[in-house]
């Protein structure tokens, strides 16, 4: 009964690596997020899109790129995985008009 | 700089007991305040939404308050369950005018004991 999933759940790579994770929802949200989130910090935002055509940066967006494939599906790609990009990663999505986030299950990336 | 300070980091209570989280934010200008529960390797889930309006809402054995004044807020739970344990994230969204902008807490994680 999932209306935000994630693929992989898990994931181990090697530096230099091109990695994506993808994201997929049923909920007919117009918005889409990517955060990731570390031990002890707060979730940090990468990516967003409030439409099938719009891309906007979040506070951390070096080293990552997104596409916006439908109003269903938005991937977060790393191109050249480095190990400090390790971390648990979230997509959410939101309604427009709405302050309410659902949530993805997360993936646990791994950069060795 | 906005900022968005949790406490207590951690802590331990026994099953039955109730416990109070603390939220310090310092994002301007304020639109609303959620508290987000995460379960370990889950997703956070949305538990209450404050406008600035509003100082206490209420969702189940879970009551926020919030003094936008102070800029303040606090999550009780009330007679704590073994299902409570989890980590608990308060959440600031800047105004409109600042590109409502989330700030997110690192969270108050609560082990809940029998």
């Known amino acids: 009964d999932a209306d935000v999933t994630q693929t992989p759940r898990n994931r181990i790579t090697k530096t230099g690596k091109r990695i994506m994770l993808e994201c997929s929802q049923t909920k007919g949200h117009d918005r889409m997020y990517w955060y990731r989130q570390d031990p002890g910090l707060g979730l940090r935002l990468i990516y967003y899109?409030?439409?099938?055509?719009?891309?906007n940066k979040g506070e951390i967006s070096d080293g990552y790129s997104v596409s916006r494939q439908a109003q269903a599906k938005f991937s977060l790609s790393l191109e050249s995985a480095i190990p400090n990009q390790t971390a648990l990663y979230f997509c959410a999505t939101s309604e427009r008009g709405s302050y309410e986030q659902y949530f993805g299950p997360g993936t646990r990336l791994t950069v060795t | 700089k906005n900022q968005v300070e949790q406490s207590p980091q951690s802590l331990i209570i026994l099953e039955g007991k109730n416990c109070t989280l603390q939220?310090?934010?310092?994002?301007?200008?304020?639109?609303?305040l959620r508290w987000y529960k995460q379960d370990t390797g889950r997703g956070p889930v949305s538990l209450t939404i404050?406008?600035?309006?509003?100082n206490t809402k209420s969702n189940g054995r879970y009551t926020a308050t919030l003094d936008a004044d102070t800029k303040q807020s606090s999550l009780h739970i009330t007679a704590s369950q073994l299902s409570d344990s989890a980590s608990y994230i308060c959440v600031v969204s800047a105004a409109p005018a600042a590109g409502n902008k989330l700030t997110f807490g690192g969270g108050t994680r609560v082990l809940v004991k029998p």
């Open positions: 899109s409030f439409d099938v055509k719009d891309i």
């Open positions: 404050m406008t600035f309006s509003e």
């Open positions: 939220c310090n934010y310092t994002v301007s200008p304020f639109s609303n």
